[in-house]
């Protein structure tokens, strides 16, 4: 299947106010192709995580982080013949309680576990991504060693706009490219939160399309 197909299928099944906002108005997302021999390039970290045909990011400038992906898009892309399997993967903030009464505010991730290990393939110091479900969160071995969290532990996490849930902890991750500090599912998030921004969706092509 050809990748400027995959793309140009994904602005024609928007409907046509949608279509306009992101090609006109410049919300613009770009579609990376990993081949084999792009995946030699980058480091050894980032290509042991990526299972991924295709990767939509959010256009990002210098250090600054993309207005964000829709969160529809993942769905529309989904609907592309010959796309397989789509993952997205959101991001944003959240207040942190241990259970040590230390507080601190993080970026958050927010994935779908039971298509992520299709796309992606964090490292796990403890646990395994599919163990992540909407009343639990995993944290970076880091954050885990210097608040001796364990799995079985349970934080209490803020959004910004006041939301409030306890999760959890299910896995200790050891991969902050991909699942930040902290991970909790995007169902979750979007309990606390009003809105998620996606800042990236990966996909798989169905063999042979």
């Not at 207005?67 to 769905?75: C, F, N, R, T, Y």
């Not at 789509?86 to 259970?99: D, E, N, R, T």
């Not at 880091?142 to 849930?165: C, M, Q, S, W, Y």
């Amino acid at each position: 299947m050809q990748f400027e197909k995959l793309a140009r299928l994904m602005i024609e099944r928007m409907r046509p106010p949608i279509r306009c906002w992101i090609v006109g108005v410049a919300l613009v997302v770009f579609i990376q192709v990993f081949a084999a021999s792009a995946a030699r390039s980058v480091t050894d970290q980032v290509s042991k995580s990526l299972a991924a045909d295709f990767v939509v990011n959010s256009k990002s400038s210098g250090l600054q982080i993309g207005l964000g992906i829709p969160s529809g898009v993942a769905e529309l892309i989904q609907d592309v013949p010959g796309v397989d399997v789509v993952s997205a993967l959101g991001f944003g903030s959240v207040g942190i309680k241990y259970p040590d009464g230390e507080t601190a505010t993080h970026f958050v991730t927010a994935i779908e576990p039971e298509t992520m290990g299709e796309v992606l393939v964090p490292t796990m110091e403890s646990g395994d991504v599919t163990d992540l479900t909407d009343d639990g969160a995993f944290v970076d071995r880091f954050v885990a060693k210097d608040h001796n969290l364990r799995r079985g532990d349970r934080i209490e996490l803020t959004a910004p706009g006041g939301g409030t849930i306890d999760v959890v902890l299910q896995g200790i991750s050891d991969d902050r490219n991909v699942l930040g500090l902290i991970a909790i599912t995007r169902t979750t998030y979007k309990a606390i939160s009003p809105e998620v921004v996606d800042v990236q969706v990966a996909g798989t092509v169905t063999p042979g399309a």
